[in-house]
């Protein structure tokens, strides 16, 4: 298990926590409140977009899955949805493109730490 995947006595990753708390406080100490807001938003609108998303992906790919929960006014509920956050996300992608591509870069990051993770995993895993 890598650093960040510890544990510790009570089963909690603090080495993960402790990491997070630092980037936060970096982000808070040189970013105005806007900027911060804004970034959040972006982020936890792109995140429910993709969930939202994954709904409708899941439903072509499986469509004999059992579903213990039916999503209420299926397929409209969720499409008005995706058309309203994805225009806020087309609005702030348009009027505060810094914001965007510094969050772009976040994800990008986090994307090439979790494939770099991977890696270690399978090679870890190899050796057992």
Known sequence: MGFLGRV????????????????????????????IVVFAGALLALN???AVM??????WREPDLARPYRTWGYPVVPLVYLAITGFTLFYVATHEPAKVL???GIIAAGAVFYLVS???????????
């Open 8 to 35: 510790n006595a009570k089963d909690m990753p603090g080495n993960a926590i402790l990491f997070q708390s630092v980037v936060a406080l970096a982000f808070i100490l040189t970013a105005t409140f806007e900027f």
């Open 54 to 59: 994954g709904l409708f992906i899941l439903r």
């Open 48 to 50: 429910s977009f993709l």
């Open 102 to 104: 510094f969050a772009a």
């Open 118 to 128: 991977r890696r270690g995993r399978r090679a870890d895993i190899g050796h057992d």
